[in-house]
């Protein structure tokens, strides 16, 4: 494994699972204590639709897969916002789609794209340095957002209802929280895809979430569980010769399913 790290194609993986571990950390974070895992997933699907039209049009991918992701989050909060009785619906909705829209893009372009294959599923050996400066520009927002609004995200997710009492806009921070989760979402197609990002988004930080009293602990303690199944899933994946992105999960689902029967053993 060591000598592999001479390659620029391997520092280029390590370099976008560290910054995808950061981004998951903090976002999935919050998507875990605000019960969003199902919206993460109807944006991550989504934004398929993104990818299909950027391919017909001729344009980047990851371009496509951001403004659709972003448009997207922003009719869920929207939605969601006012009337959360009826989410699963709403987001089953966009869910379906996202996806129709993308197959039939991707059916209207000329010849087959291969491409698209890697970003259902991942391929985070094939990352370029362009996607390594769009995956730093994610990191270092979401490093940021969370810094300064950090007291507003604790109180939106913890108790909504006396945050407005407060005089705090909910419906905007709120609305912030899932664009994140679109730009969270975008940046880590390349490393897991967009079938599997939900599972890196939900299980370090819910692991993370039964060792911590504060949610900075839990964001910190997230990232670096992230980094761990990220590296370990890389380095399993180069060894055998596996799919990368269902690597890392593989190994982040065995941790899950330990800590579950480790905390029911516990009680």
């Known amino acids: 494994m060591l000598e592999a790290l001479s390659f620029q194609f391997m520092q280029n993986a390590l370099a ?29 699907h989504g934004a398929y639709g993104g990818l299909g039209l950027a391919l017909f049009l001729g344009l ?24 959360k009785e009826r989410i699963d619906a709403v987001i089953g909705a966009i869910w379906a789609f996202g996806m129709a829209v993308g197959i039939i893009f991707a059916d209207m372009s000329s010849g087959y794209n291969t491409d698209m294959t890697s970003f259902l599923f991942g391929s985070i050996l094939s990352v370029s340095k362009s996607d390594l400066w769009f ?60 079938i599997l990002v939900v599972a890196l988004l939900s299980i ?29 899933g890389l380095a399993l994946s180069y060894m055998f010769d596996l799919t990368s992105g269902a690597s890392i999960i593989l190994v982040a689902s065995l941790a899950f399913f330990l800590v579950k029967i480790y905390s029911k053993n516990r009680r």
């Open 204 to 232: 370090p930080p819910y692991i993370a979430e039964k060792f911590c009293v504060k949610l900075s602990q839990m964001m910190m303690l997230s990232a670096a569980l992230s980094a761990f199944f990220t590296l370990t």
């Open 16 to 44: 976008a699972g560290l910054l995808v571990s950061i981004t998951c950390g903090i976002v999935g974070s919050l998507v875990v204590v605000n019960r969003m895992v199902f919206i993460a997933g109807g944006i991550a």
């Open 60 to 83: 980047s991918p990851l371009l496509g897969a951001l403004g659709f992701s972003i448009a997207l989050s922003v009719i869920i909060a929207f939605l969601t916002y006012i009337n």
């Open 135 to 194: 995956m730093g520009g994610v990191c270092v927002f979401i490093i940021s957002a969370a810094a300064l609004f950090y007291k507003e995200f604790l109180a939106v997710s913890f108790d909504m209802e006396f945050a407005k009492l407060q005089g705090l806009n909910t419906k905007f921070f709120y609305t912030v929280l899932i664009i994140m989760t679109a730009l969270c979402i975008v940046a880590c197609i390349r490393a897991v895809g967009l």
